[in-house]
């Protein structure tokens, strides 16, 4: 990650946050103490920007400068509020089309499916807090600048997530290999997002007991499963197929 993504010491992170300024999470030295400190973590919360403790020499690492024990990773774009963009698109008339990702952790697939999702006129990304790769340099980059173009809302809990989706229209379709119902036959019409899992255990047990329907992508060679943003990419398509017809 380039350098120009970090904010260095208590009272530029401060100042970052209270500012307004688009962070992607802030570390913190574990043993840190002091009221600057005791603010800082209080101001983080208030603004939903996760913390992580950290020892000092991860902290040495990204800078040998005066860190005060404290580094904020800049994101370089805003996270979106879902509810609030979901109220916004249904404003403007539009059957929104969405994807949730869940356990992506590669920077290079997150902005592959950025890329796929911004070019088949997807309304928005969903990401996780925890677990899952976020919008840094090197997604963007991967990305081709479309992290630039397409809003991307994080969550604290995509299983609580897919329930607001819900409460708001959307029908939640997982990806998963396992499934006997091909991506074809999922109707893409209405209002839906589409979740992608991990490569290597798929989609979380929680969030696929929320989803209203699971589809596969048929494979007909020995290798057992396509690249995840190989596959997002085809279940977009599908979608943009369907809502062109």
Do not use: W
Request: proline share 4%; hydrophobic share 40%.
């Amino acid at each position: 990650m380039d350098r120009k993504d970090y904010i260095f010491g208590l009272r530029p992170v401060m100042e970052a946050i209270e500012g307004a300024e688009s962070l992607d999470k802030i570390l913190v030295k574990r043993d840190l103490t002091g009221q600057i400190a005791k603010d800082l973590l209080a101001k983080a919360k208030e603004f939903d920007i996760p913390v992580q403790r950290v020892p000092a020499e991860k902290l040495n690492r990204i800078t040998m400068k005066n860190h005060q024990g404290v580094v904020a990773i800049v994101c370089p774009v805003r996270y979106h509020d879902l509810d609030n963009l979901l109220s916004f698109l249904y404003e403007e008339g539009k059957t929104p089309l969405g994807v949730m990702l869940d356990g992506v952790t590669d920077a290079r697939n997150f902005g592959a499916i950025a890329r796929s999702a911004e070019c088949a006129g997807a309304d928005f990304i969903i990401i996780p807090e925890k677990g899952s790769a976020s919008v840094t340099s090197d997604s963007v980059r991967a990305s081709a600048g479309a992290l630039f173009h397409i809003p991307v809302c994080r969550v604290k809990d995509l299983g609580a997530t897919v329930v607001r989706l819900h409460e708001n229209g959307l029908q939640v379709v997982g990806a998963s290999e396992k499934s006997d119902h091909n991506y074809t036959e999922v109707d893409y019409k209405v209002p839906t997002v589409i979740v992608m899992g991990a490569e290597d255990y798929g989609i979380s047990n929680e969030v696929i007991r929320k989803c209203d329907d699971l589809a596969a992508i048929p494979i007909l060679g020995k290798v057992g499963s396509l690249n995840v943003s190989v596959a997002c990419g085809v279940m977009l398509y599908e979608a943009v197929r369907q809502r062109r017809l």
